[in-house]
């Protein structure tokens, strides 16, 4: 069974997108923990980061550097954090959440509860930036 975001690759669930090219996918995470918190996915569905091949996982890399330049730009923080845990969803990914401070990354704090305005204003401030 394809995981939530191989659905959001193919079209069959809604996301506000950041970017993509031919390999890889990004878009706001719908539970952030800072505004422009952002995911980065390789459209090809692994569940483990690791497994992804060198290539790919260096593409994977360079393509969420791209999207990082692009929050920072759009987001006042400090930083552009990342963070890899991949057990809530089996499709390696990517967190990138702009921070003011180290806590700021932490996934035990509450998150965020923005509404789709607000969602669509940020992803749309950080693809003018990209």
């Known amino acids: 069974m394809a995981s939530i975001f191989s659905k959001i690759v193919a079209g069959e ?18 539970s ?13 569905e692994v569940d483990y980061i ?5 290539e790919d996982l260096a593409g994977l890399q360079v393509f969420a ?9 759009a987001i006042p923080c400090e930083k552009v954090g990342q963070c890899v845990i991949g057990l809530e969803v ?5 967190h ?4 003011q401070k180290e806590s700021d ?10 509404t789709p305005e607000e969602f669509t204003a940020v992803a749309e401030s950080i693809r003018a930036c990209f």
Request: proline content about 9%.
């Open 50 to 54: 690791f497994d992804l091949p060198d």
């Open 65 to 73: 550097k791209k999207v990082a330049v692009a929050i920072k730009k």
């Open 96 to 99: 990138l959440v702009p921070m």
């Open 105 to 114: 990354i932490y996934f035990n704090k509450p998150h965020l509860q923005l």
């Open 13 to 30: 669930i809604p996301s506000y997108k950041i970017a993509e090219d031919e390999h890889y996918y990004a878009f706001l995470d719908i």
């Open 90 to 94: 089996r499709h390696a990914h990517i």
């Open 32 to 44: 952030p923990l800072a505004k422009g918190h952002t995911l980065v996915i390789p459209k090809r």
